[in-house]
């Protein structure tokens, strides 16, 4: 969808009326309808592609399939690091969090990479995965970056930028 987006098209959508859980949190530019402006009715709208669950991120409700392309590389499966009896508690915590979520399900394929537990400076630890294995055997996409001096001259004094 391109262009400006108008109130009658957010009520066509559905229900951009009814609050956020946590819209009071919620802060986008200058609102100067208190809490009414046009990001928070989108995000009303579409409130369930939005929506956490506690400290876990959202898993998505669209229908994408991601490809990575690894030539004609054969499976990788790496053993499991070594943790300490909590930080085992740690993962299988996050584990069961991210099933009930819908952000990982199980599986029995021939990939497997190994979980890597990040202390964050906050003392939080931070559940990650070590892709390092796979990062190597996977090919490049190539895009090149626009300069910025063209791309600022072409927008001119362009209200919208689509690039």
Same mark, same amino acid.
């Given at each position: ?17 009814? *609050? ?16 009414? =402006? *046009? ?18 991120? *959202? ?33 299988e915590t996050n584990v069961m969090k991210m099933?009930?979520?819908g952000v990982i399900e199980e599986g029995n ?13 906050? =003392? ?40």
């Open positions: 969808m391109n262009g400006v987006l108008h109130r009658d098209q957010l009520r066509e959508m559905g229900d951009s009326e009814t *609050p956020l859980e946590n819209e009071d949190e919620v802060h986008i530019g200058i609102d100067d309808e208190g809490g009414g =402006g *046009p990001m928070n009715r989108l995000l009303r709208v579409y409130r369930e592609q939005a929506k956490g669950t506690g400290d876990c991120p *959202p898993a998505t409700v669209l229908d994408v399939e991601h490809h990575i392309d690894i030539g004609d590389a054969v499976p990788i499966l790496m053993k499991r690091r070594r943790h300490a009896q909590q930080e085992d508690v740690v993962v099933l009930a979520a394929g021939a990939w497997g990479f190994p979980v890597v537990l990040v202390r964050k400076k906050d =003392g939080e630890i931070r559940f990650c995965v070590d892709y390092t294995a796979l990062n190597k055997i996977t090919s490049k996409d190539v895009y090149t970056i626009p300069r910025i001096d063209e791309t600022l001259e072409a927008s001119g004094s362009a209200a919208y930028l689509r690039l």
